[in-house]
């Protein structure tokens, strides 16, 4: 049985930043792509960032620059470091697995 538990969500000033982690289980991560999306109030889930087991990443235009995608295949783990955040980054933000795989979401708020 495949689980993704994300953490890191919070609520943060504009311009602040976070980290959120994403921890996977139940088949070889390593072999795995792994992405972010996230969705916010109103709104359809969008894809935000994505690694490939190589570890090429991809991002939407909106965090590009500002969002990084890595991976710690050793700790079956990917994570999102956010910076800069604007208040239109508030969202859920969820974790996808090889395209099949969610995860329950963590909140993400920026406000002053």
Known sequence: ?????????????????????????GSIFSLNDMSWYRQAPGKERELVAGITSSGSTRYADSVKGRFTISRDNAE????????????????????????VYWGQGTQVIVSS
């Open 1 to 25: 049985q495949v689980t993704l538990v994300e953490s890191g969500g919070d609520l943060v000033q504009p311009g602040g930043s976070l980290r959120l982690s994403c921890a996977a289980s």
């Open 76 to 99: 079956n783990t990917v994570y999102l470091r956010m910076n800069s955040l604007k208040p239109e980054d508030t969202a859920v933000y969820y974790c996808n697995k090889a395209g």
